[in-house]
């Protein structure tokens, strides 16, 4: 996923929660563990549930 999102260019339409998340994910990717935390100590929670 990491590499194929470096290489292309992705936009949002009218929700950009797909892509938010995305770059979460992104910043954490060094991380060496089964999750990533759904908010950093200083920062708003990630939400990664559906919108349906």
Known sequence: MFDLTDVI????GEDSSVLE?????K???A??????PHRDA???K?????PW
């Open 46 to 50: 990630v939400d990664v549930g559906a």
């Open 21 to 25: 998340a995305l770059a979460y994910a």
């Open 42 to 44: 200083d920062g708003p």
């Open 31 to 36: 991380m060496v563990r089964a999750f990533i």
């Open 9 to 12: 260019e992705l936009k949002a």
């Open 27 to 29: 910043a954490h990717r």
